[in-house]
């Protein structure tokens, strides 16, 4: 397997692919403004840990429901069109969620119905991405140009965790959501001015159903693929709402509030960039294996959060886990990559992605209870036993132990 070069950045001087770049800069920080607003304008309501699993849940349902059909229309559509119009959704979506929390009306169920909408135009956008890079940048570029596509989300978290929590500390929940739906009014102008290549789309009579069967058998005949994705499970039920859910309750019960924990997600962010430096100098015969032995330091944020430690502590542990996660992650799909034909990924790609989402709704619907039921420092721990299985259960199957950097296979 070849290193992975560092992203270039020449690719930003190709104006499409910078405004396309731009936009979706500006959305990863707004995500992780509401990501840190979220929970605690949920506490403003009177709401509890239940209430914010059911807000998470809400938004994570939908992208079950219709990531696949989106991953069709997007094939079928202009891109961009998709994409235009799923950030205007959004961006109304959170213009009412902070109208919602200016006036004191609606409560709960109404944001919960918004969130519902939020995910669904999501489900969309994901695969309309995905598919619009190399319409917006030269084919010699196109390499740098996922790279940097790809280091959004950790830059995002990291100047959207310092806004974030700045923003819910000194103006208000609602506040720190409003900028949320300014950044997709920003991105929207920026992609109705980026031009385009245009490119043959799927045929509209295609059979839906005959695509999906064959990304199915494609997918199931993998089962290292299929091990990997029920690990993923593991995270999305247990993982996850740990970290959002459970994560803003310690930092609101015992670390100060916001402000802390906009700190400890601002340092998962830097632990990405971090990662995605370190994994450029990495070509291991057996990626697989290294992939997941290196995520066992990720467990020592979640102890950390039990106890709880100082912040300055917690923050650490987050960088450190932030860095093995994103080297995990690249080692991973770079594998995908290698051992998936070109004419399959984007299908084999679809169902791996919603069995990874499947369980999220649940965790995030089922943490409230949870940390009811065991306190947040069980549930900490119930992450830290989490992450143990996934590795144990992926490294115990020959297949995942066997795979190599050679040629595609479907062992």
């Not at 919960?112 to 909408?117: D, H, L, P, T």
């Not at 300055?312 to 542990?317: F, N, R, S």
């Not at 990874?356 to 940390?371: E, H, M, R």
Request: with cysteine; aromatic share 8%.
């Amino acid at each position: 397997m070849p290193s992975l070069a560092l992203p270039g950045v020449g690719c930003l001087r190709e104006q499409s692919f910078r405004l396309l770049f731009t936009s979706q800069l500006l959305s990863a920080i707004g995500d992780t403004v509401a990501s840190v607003a979220v929970p605690f304008a949920i506490l403003a309501l009177g709401g509890g840990a239940g209430d914010i699993g059911l807000v998470l849940g809400a938004r994570a349902v939908p992208l079950v429901l219709f990531l696949l059909v989106g991953g069709v229309w997007s094939d079928r559509i202009s891109r961009r069109t998709v994409m235009i119009a799923s950030d205007s959704v959004r961006a109304a979506c959170q213009a009412a969620f902070a109208a919602i929390l200016f006036m004191g009306v609606g409560g709960v169920w109404a944001i919960v119905a918004i969130m519902f909408v939020y995910g669904s135009a999501e489900a969309f956008f994901r695969p309309a991405l995905s598919g619009i890079v190399p319409q917006s940048v030269s084919t010699e570029r196109l390499q740098e140009a996922y790279g940097l596509i790809a280091i959004t989300p950790a830059v995002g978290m990291t100047l959207g965790g310092i806004l974030g929590g700045t923003a819910v500390a000194l103006i208000s929940p609602a506040g720190a959501i409003a900028i949320d739906a300014a950044t997709f009014v920003v991105a929207i102008g920026l992609l109705a001015f980026a031009r385009f290549r245009t490119v043959a789309m799927a045929e509209a009579g295609r059979s839906f159903l005959a695509d999906l069967r064959e990304g199915w058998d494609a997918f199931r005949r993998r089962t290292w693929l299929v091990v990997v994705v029920v690990g993923e499970s593991f995270y999305a039920l247990l993982v996850m709402p740990a970290i959002f859910v459970g994560g803003p309750l310690v930092a609101e019960d015992s670390l100060g509030g916001a402000s802390s924990w906009a700190t400890i997600i601002t340092c998962f962010g830097l632990g990405f960039i971090t990662g995605g430096l370190v994994v450029a100098r990495l070509s291991p015969r057996r990626p697989l294996v290294l992939a997941y032995a290196i995520t066992l330091p990720f467990v020592g944020t979640f102890i950390a959060l039990s106890i709880p430690a100082p912040v300055a502590v917690i923050a650490a542990l987050a960088w450190l886990g932030g860095t093995v996660i994103i080297i995990s992650g690249s080692l991973l799909e770079t594998t995908i990559t290698r051992q998936v034909t070109p004419d399959l990924r984007s299908r084999v790609g679809s169902f791996r992605a919603l069995g990874s989402q499947v369980c999220q709704p649940i965790g995030f619907a089922l943490a409230g209870a949870i940390i009811t039921g065991i306190g947040l420092a069980g549930t900490m721990w119930l992450a830290v036993a989490a992450v143990f299985a996934n590795v144990l259960m992926v490294l115990a199957t020959p297949s995942v132990r066997a795979m190599d950097d050679s040629a595609p296979g479907l062992a």
